[in-house]
């Protein structure tokens, strides 16, 4: 069905989908060319939120080299939007431009579009084909798509670690084990997730930041911290606002997430630490704790959040691997030898190898003088 020029275009389009990748969230990021007489005339990626789908920049760049449009093949790496969002549907400024076929990667997980988007161009009697290159379009957008289907985030733990598995010494010190390739390498995943979450126990021995500085980006991911018992000092890096917006910026800032608030002390850091624009959520289990997979839910569903980027320590990487958050693991290993340490999780003791729990490496990739491996689970 599709020919050899069909997969370069659509090739072109996922490429032109990867220059969203700091940048939409929390919409997917998709990727659009517009080809007429068998050349690009129109290429374009979906921007911040509230601002133009990929679509329309295309055929907006399309229109500065040609004033016809009519008969020009559209590839796009996701189904057009078909409904009325923060932007109109995508699909209606298609039809508009009277193309005579629109190649689609992959059809739209969102329930408001789910196959309407295609059903419109072709009520308007436009070839729609859907299907070419979906793997590598799926691969594009974990996070929208888990977000979509599962009502959760998609969840990507990150470790820095030895090659004999430990992320710090016994006195807790870890900075750093990893080179600065490695570590520039991070702040990108950092860059592409909605969320950066960590535990108090890492904002009181690191006291860090959380930002993305090693990579030019126009949004910042919010920092989440999970604090059972309201501990975290006022003072904490973690806590302040970036630099060029207001702390009071829904889409940035900090989330202090706790169990329950029962005494006076609580209630009082609550106050305080809400008078600094910090949003405070309790969210206990029945052990008193953070309820980690109903904040989960709760990022996905109420908060519209797609990928949470994990940088914690072994005791919160264990909970959330024994609770079954951990969708990936991107694991950084130093050609070192510590020794005793602390090691990647906290886990329960296994009394049989059939009680593990396998992972599927889908990456290998080298950051000398390190390595990084991303796995998911099998």
Partial sequence: MFTKDDTDFMRLAIAAAQKSLYLSNPNPRVGCVIVKAGKVIGTGFTQQVGCAHAEIEALADARKHSADLSGITIYVSLEPCCHQGRTPPCTQAIIAAKPARVVIAMQDPNPLVGGNGIQQLIAAGIQ??????????????????????????????????????KTALPNGQSQWI??????????????????????????????????????????????????????????????????????????GGAMVVCGAITSDAQLAKQAQLQAQGVEVISMPNAAGKVDLPALMRYLATECGMNEIHVEAGYKLNGSLLREGCVDELLVYLAPTLLGSGLGIANLPELTSLAQRTDWKRIDLSVFEPDIRLRFVQQ
């Fill in 128 to 165: 729609v084909e859907c299907g070419l290159l979906e793997e590598e379009a799926v691969a594009l957008n974990p996070g929208f798509i888990s977000r979509m289907t599962r009502q959760l985030p998609w969840v990507r733990l990150k470790v820095a670690a030895s090659l004999d598995g």
């Fill in 178 to 251: 990893t080179g600065a390739a490695a570590r520039e390498d991070g702040h990108r995943w950092r860059a592409q997730a909605c969320a950066i979450l960590t535990g108090v126990g890492t904002v009181k021995e690191d006291d860090p930041s959380l930002t993305v500085r090693a990579v030019d980006t126009l949004r910042q991911p919010k920092r989440i911290i999970i604090d059972s018992k309201l501990d975290i000092p006022l003072t904490a890096a973690v806590l302040k606002p970036f630099p060029s917006q207001s702390a009071s910026i829904k889409d």
